[in-house]
Nanobody
């Protein structure tokens, strides 16, 4: 019954922008820490950003990515500004406990979406 569905991915040019959405059903994201992960084929999944009491960012995306939420719509967003080719990956959202505690650890999360592809290319 619990489902997370990502959308908004696609092809974006360097210097452009993109907003990813994570829509939830069966759970309330406003009561949980929600994290965006990304994964490149052949590489390990890495946490990008978490929103709970405060927002957390991986150093490589700090200042370029912004995580936000709309509790009325039960959605979490990730805005990607100044995308770079190395940002190309499948981006997934995951819901866990109330706070972004140990947020880099994928094992902290109970619910996962299937992901949306982001490709940064001219």
């Amino acid at each position: 019954q619990v489902q997370l569905v990502e959308s908004g991915g696609g092809l974006v040019q360097p210097g452009g922008s993109l907003r990813l959405s994570c829509a939830a059903s069966g759970i309330t994201l406003g009561n949980r820490a929600t994290t965006w992960f990304r994964q490149v084929p052949g590489q390990e999944r890495e946490a990008v950003s978490c929103i709970g009491a405060i927002a957390h960012y991986r150093d490589s995306v700090e200042g370029r990515f912004t995580i936000s939420r709309d509790n009325a719509e039960n959605m979490v967003y990730l805005t990607i500004n100044d995308p770079k080719p190395e940002d190309t990956a499948v981006y997934s959202c995951a819901a866990g406990p109330s706070l972004c505690v140990d947020w880099l650890n994928p094992r902290m999360y109970v619910y996962w979406g299937k992901g949306t592809q982001v490709t940064v290319s001219a």
